[in-house]
């Protein structure tokens, strides 16, 4: 099956219905954009021919009009994209008549061409409208997504800022891009994100994003720059995350506008068309496939206390690194709370966030580390883990939504942590798996076993000192089955499964 088969059909299922393949993709692809012409403002408005909608017969008043002939009018599709209103009035002579127009609108076909391809090839319905973010309710039910584009300078009043923020953490996507490349919207827009989140920077996406595989695989694009030959690299896609979705995404700097609305022109820096095309479709597909999730993480989920909490109850602490380090703050309390509905165990629900580099990590039989990016130990912090283990604690740690970048910077850390020793496959004989649950096969997500299909035995690795396990560790994920987040791009575990390993692995680090 291919890839955007299966992205399409398994992965989406909750999202959209999709019954088509690829077959005649580039032909639809010419056919959905519009001709090339120039970037620059709006062109004149075709004059409007209108018959008049009833006919008179040539009697005197009064007299019955003839019915009206004309087809009902279709109602609109729902809204999925607000491009947003942005920058001064500008003025334009054309053909001697002096017009205005405003910035955001040099490209005014660019997200309704992209929206028309999506709604082809993924058999949806939905369309972009103007929106004036003084009037916009910054709710991202009624507009999952916000579209900033234009060449120069803006500024966002600032009552909107927090408004913002919080349609980003409910659930809503911005998406950048400026038009030509233009430095004075680059720093505009840089500038915005910081309003927005001061203390979460926006960075470059790895290559295992699924912002880079949603619906198109793309491992590198064709740049075009203004005195320079075309060249081919990586894509430049930034964001800001929020647990385990991008909720700001950024086109990097460089032009996509353009290619959407069907052109291309010398002046600035632009992704070549059909490779902007790949990009905008991944984007909106990403935008759909995760607006559930982003609904889900703005949910903030409390496990009341039964009793009053006792020294004798376990409390799970948290690793703090220089990485994503809290991806979703409820997964650990979810798990905790099925550990105390199928176990004699008594908890605290409660999560410690541990630095290090501090003697309160060694308070805690139990640590907890994941992520989806790289982090990096200090000196310190390793001989500090490095003095825990070796004093009897349990470190348990997985890649969130399998990351790659996690899992390589992880077994690159826990090899400065236990130089003389390696992480190894746990085989399925080991107490770790009989602890509580007899666990010899696992269901993974659709994604997994998209990758390696009809795998079926659980992945996880360890490290044991003194014949017990000390490091636990799963390139898989664990987090979305937890806490039961609807994420179709997660490589993990089904969530019976996430919990039940996870069950395990505590109770059995607190009786070896």
């Known amino acids: 099956m291919k890839r955007r ?52 017969p040539p009697l005197p008043l009064p007299a019955t009009p003839l019915r009206r002939s004309e087809k009902k009018r279709q109602p609109s599709p729902p809204a999925l994209v607000g491009k947003v209103i942005l920058g001064d009035v500008k003025w334009v002579t054309q053909d001697g008549q002096r017009s205005s127009y405003r910035d955001w609108m040099t490209d005014p076909s660019d997200m309704r061409n992209l929206l028309h391809w999506t709604n082809q090839q993924l058999h949806i319905r939905y369309r972009v409208v103007d929106t004036d973010l003084a009037e916009f309710s910054c709710n991202p039910t009624e507009l999952p ?59 470059p996406l790895p290559a295992d994003h699924p912002l880079y595989s949603s619906f198109y695989p793309i491992s590198s694009v064709r740049y075009k720059q203004e005195g320079k030959t075309d060249w081919q690299d990586a894509p430049k896609l930034e964001a800001v995350c929020i647990g385990c979705r991008a909720a700001v995404v950024y086109t990097g700097g460089y032009d ?20 902007a095309r790949k990009i905008g479709a991944n984007i909106i597909t ?33 690793i703090i690194h220089d990485g994503d380090w809290d991806t979703q703050p409820s997964s650990l309390a979810s798990l905790l709370k099925h550990l105390a509905s199928s176990t ?72 400065r942590v236990l130089p003389d020793r390696k992480l190894a496959r746990i085989p ?15 269901a993974y997500t659709p994604l997994v076993l998209h990758e390696h299909p009809g795998m079926s035995r659980p992945a996880l690795e360890g ?26 791009y997660a490589r993990g575990y089904q969530d019976k499964d996430a919990l039940r390993l996870g069950i395990n692995i505590l109770v059995y680090a607190m009786t070896h």
């Open 256 to 275: 996509c506008s353009c290619g959407w609305d069907g052109h291309i022109h010398e002046r600035g820096k632009r992704v070549l068309p059909a490779d």
């Open 145 to 203: 997504l916000l579209y900033f584009t234009g060449h120069d300078a803006f500024a966002v009043p600032a009552a909107v800022i927090p408004k913002l923020r919080q349609y980003c953490i409910d659930g809503g996507t911005i998406l950048g891009d400026a038009c030509c490349g233009m430095p004075d919207f680059d720093k505009a827009f840089r500038k915005l994100v910081e309003q927005l989140f001061p203390k979460r920077p926006m960075e």
């Open 286 to 318: 990403y935008a759909l496939a995760t607006y559930e999730l982003g609904r889900f993480l703005s949910t903030e989920r409390v496990y009341h206390q039964t009793g009053e909490p006792t020294r004798d109850q376990l409390v799970i602490a948290q």
């Open 344 to 415: 004699t165990v008594e908890v605290q629900f409660k999560k410690e966030n541990v630095d290090l580099r501090n003697i309160d990590a060694f308070a805690h039989p139990i640590l907890y580390m994941t992520g989806h990016k790289d982090f990096v130990l200090g000196d310190d912090e390793v001989n500090n883990l490095r003095r825990y283990l070796a004093a009897g604690g349990v470190l348990m740690a997985n890649a969130c939504c399998g990351r790659k970048t996690f899992d390589t910077a992880f077994r690159r850390e826990i090899a």
């Open 463 to 488: 490290v044991s000192l003194e014949n017990q396990l000390r490091v636990v560790y799963s390139p898989y994920g664990f987090v979305n089955g937890w806490s039961g987040a609807p994420n179709p």
């Open 5 to 56: 088969d299966f992205l399409t059909r398994s992965v989406f299922r909750s999202v959209v219905a999709v019954a088509g393949g690829a077959v005649g993709l580039e032909t639809m692809l010419a056919e959905a954009f519009a001709k090339p012409r120039s970037c620059g403002p709006p062109p004149r408005a075709k004059p409007q021919r209108r018959t008049a909608a009833e006919s008179f």
């Open 428 to 442: 399925l004989d080991h107490p770790v798996y009989r602890s509580v649950f007899p666990i010899r096969k696992v």
